[in-house]
């Protein structure tokens, strides 16, 4: 994996090449799996993820809001052939309908199209750069929602939703690194800590 560096995040933007999402806390990286899985399994081998690429986002700057950056998440999947799963551009959404009810993968909306659009909403996020390390992803649409698990434990595979923060403190559980993929490595957690 790259650093996870502002600059790599806006490289990888610039170049539109992918991004993964990694959780800080658990070590697992998102994927679209049906909603968003946050699995710990190799990105590489006999599973066929490499080829599925369902762990590659692009990541955009899409817009603004009252100065500040508005990014959105594309699939990147392909088929077993190596072709697009999808014909027009999808995207990670909150739901639009419920922020509190996952994630979905719609078909792309821009807010410049209808700015009161909810579910064109619902695809922007905000990337706020934490203190301790990591981003948080926050929901345009509500932004008291921050990516995070549905569970709130770090246990692995967990399924990713907006989780609603409180007082505006992002818990560790709501931290991600965006890394751009190497295709030598794998991004899987590292459960061999040396006892002390």
């Not at 990670?92 to 199209?113: C, F, H, M, T, Y």
């Not at 609603?164 to 560790?172: D, M, N, R, W």
């Not at 751009?180 to 490595?185: L, N």
Request: proline fraction near 8%; aromatic fraction near 6%.
């Amino acid at each position: 994996m790259q650093p996870n560096t502002l600059d790599d995040i806006v490289n990888s933007i610039k170049k539109g090449e992918p991004v993964i999402l990694v959780h800080k806390a658990t070590g697992g990286y998102a994927r679209r799996d049906g909603d968003l899985q946050i699995v710990a399994t190799p990105i590489s081998g006999s599973d066929g993820l490499v080829k599925a690429h369902a762990h590659y986002l692009r990541m955009d700057l899409g817009a603004q809001h009252n100065g500040n950056n508005l990014y959105t998440f594309q699939s990147l999947q392909v088929d077993a052939q190596g072709h697009p799963v999808d014909s027009n551009p999808v995207m990670l959404s909150a739901n639009p309908g419920d922020i509190s009810g996952g994630i979905v993968w719609a078909r792309q909306k821009k807010i410049e199209d209808d700015p009161a659009d909810r579910e064109a909403k619902a695809q922007y996020w905000y990337v706020i750069p934490q203190e301790c390390g990591g981003y948080a992803i926050l929901s345009y649409l509500d932004p008291v929602w921050a990516l995070g698990l549905m569970d709130k434990s770090d246990k692995l595979p967990s399924c990713g939703r907006p989780v609603q923060t409180i007082y505006a403190v992002i818990p560790v559980l709501c931290r991600w690194d965006i890394v751009a993929p190497k295709p030598d490595k794998e991004c899987i957690r590292n459960d061999k800590i040396p006892q002390v």
